[in-house]
């Protein structure tokens, strides 16, 4: 369990980081200002990412639970996946080129497909990633070291996705994403030697898990499954529903509110990690609409909110790319330049702050640790909504949302991962997942409402509102038995 392990267990997660990344500073981006589509549409298009993850997560999940090919459980899907992530990254510039071979003339149809296999790709392959994790490491400190090794290989490849976007461009960066995933989640995994029987110990529930049960361990999550079904309707009968929008969308969020308020009055009378695992769960679902609408919707807001008030020339994000390539940059570039900055600032505190949080942690607790860090996000989101008017005031913002990321894709698994059935690890985290997911969906409507009223302020807003309902749900989580069990296993020689 030497730190060198542990590193070298968090690279193939670290390959879906570095993809993830380049989907958040490129795609907006290049559909927005190289295909011309809306607020509307490129949020339609990022629908294809959370359908992946319904299909996705908890297939592979499944599947890598129960088979053994090419040496592995979980070995083949993170190499399947990291072969179509390459091929993805490099279709993706060539969406008008594809469209002219095929003669399908619907740009958003193609986007959609090609952004459905690439979303489809990183579920395939961070559901394995994070359980192999799980499966190599014992319960408690040395997991959350596993998480945290993680979160900081990733993160830090994060940053430098948006370093390189910021001065090659998100074209070129599309390229070079093609060849890091392809080197990071292929080869590590061949150096990884993966437990091919379970633990007799571990193997407590051996009925079939199928997919009525899945529906029933996700009810906390219907609110948003409904919305999210209503989205693909909205899109295409948009005139017909526009009257049931809002209503929907308010329905789901307080469907979502009441279960949750249930689920943590069932706790108080009656302690299980089944209740434990669906308030994780739910509260982990506010956390994800919120980030997911700030990776989509960011670049319209800075567009709107803070490019007037700017002067191209001065702008901080432009002089990696003009005093390194010496082109000079434009107002759709200078756009993309600002939201890759202040990704890159929300990486680098994400890459770094895991270790601090793992110190507090030992000190306070994880539960108490997360709750911490998600507080800082939920002060940075409204400190954008209300004060961000000039480029820094959105670099300090994503400071102080940095810290609530550092631990939403870190602490959060391990403490997940304590409170479900060992032998099902990767069926519990594709249903996990689904809290990711299926909230992802709601971002289609806060574009929706943006885009009716014009108020691009309300973005943030709802993030601040959206992770502040989060921090309430974790004050009713309770802290794993783990956090206070020693555990004498060496931490290596780093």
Not at 20 to 49: E, R
Not at 196 to 213: I, L, N, Y
Request: aromatic share 14%; hydrophobic share 55%.
């Amino acid at each position: 369990m030497s730190n060198a392990f542990l590193a070298l267990l968090g690279l193939p997660a670290t390959a879906v980081g570095f993809a993830l990344s380049t989907q958040i500073a490129a795609l907006s981006w290049i559909l927005s200002n190289k295909y011309h589509l809306d607020i509307h549409d490129v949020a339609f298009v990022w629908l294809a990412g959370p359908i992946a993850g319904i299909f996705g997560q908890v297939i592979v999940g499944l599947l890598s639970d129960n088979v053994w090919f090419m040496g592995g459980r979980r070995r083949p899907f993170i190499i399947i996946g990291g072969l179509v992530s390459t091929i993805a990254f490099l279709t993706l510039p060539h969406i008008r080129g594809i469209s002219h071979i095929t003669g399908i003339s619907d740009i958003i149809l193609i986007a959609s497909v090609i952004a459905l296999f690439l979303d489809l790709s990183i579920n395939v392959t961070f559901n394995p990633a994070r359980s192999i994790i799980a499966d190599l490491t014992p319960e408690g400190k040395v997991r959350t070291s596993g998480y945290v090794w993680m979160q900081i290989m990733s993160g830090f490849f994060g940053v430098f996705a948006y370093f390189l976007s910021m001065v090659f461009g998100n074209e070129t960066l599309l390229y070079i994403a093609a060849g890091i995933v392809f080197l990071t989640a292929v080869f590590p995994v061949l150096f990884i030697q993966e437990k091919k029987e379970q633990d007799e110990a571990k193997v407590e529930e051996q009925a079939k898990f199928g997919v009525w049960q899945i529906f029933k361990e996700i009810f906390p999550l219907y609110g948003f499954l409904v919305f999210g079904v209503f989205s693909l309707f909205y899109h295409f009968f948009t005139e017909a529903l526009t009257v049931w929008h809002n209503p929907v969308l308010i329905a789901a969020l307080a469907y979502s509110v009441i279960i949750g308020t249930i689920i943590i009055i069932q706790g108080l009378k009656k302690k299980s990690n089944r209740n434990e695992f669906q308030k994780i769960m739910l509260a982990h679902s506010f956390t994800w609409v919120a980030f997911q609408s700030m990776f989509i919707l960011s670049g319209f807001f800075i567009e709107n909110q803070i490019l007037p008030n700017v002067n191209i020339s001065s702008i901080t994000a432009n002089w990696f790319a003009e005093k390194l390539t010496g082109v000079t940059q434009t107002s759709a570039s200078s756009v993309g330049n600002i939201v890759s900055l202040g990704f890159f600032i929300l990486n680098l505190i994400g890459a770094i702050f895991p270790l601090i949080l793992q110190s507090v942690a030992k000190k306070i607790g994880r539960v108490k640790t997360y709750i911490a860090a998600l507080t800082f996000s939920a002060v940075g989101y409204f400190y954008i909504a209300y004060f961000s008017h000039v480029e820094i005031d959105f670099y300090i913002g994503m400071f102080l949302v940095g810290i609530g990321w550092s631990a939403v894709i870190s602490i959060v698994f391990a403490i997940m991962s304590e409170r479900v059935n060992p032998a099902k690890m990767g069926l519990y985290m594709g249903v996990f997942n689904l809290a990711v997911v299926l909230p992802q969906m709601m971002s289609n409507g806060v574009a929706n409402v943006i885009k009716a009223t014009g108020n691009h302020q309300l973005l943030y807003i709802f993030c601040g509102l959206l992770v502040s309902t989060s921090v309430i749900f974790w004050m009713f989580v309770k802290e794993p038995e783990s956090s206070n069990t020693k555990q004498n296993i060496p931490s290596g020689g780093h």
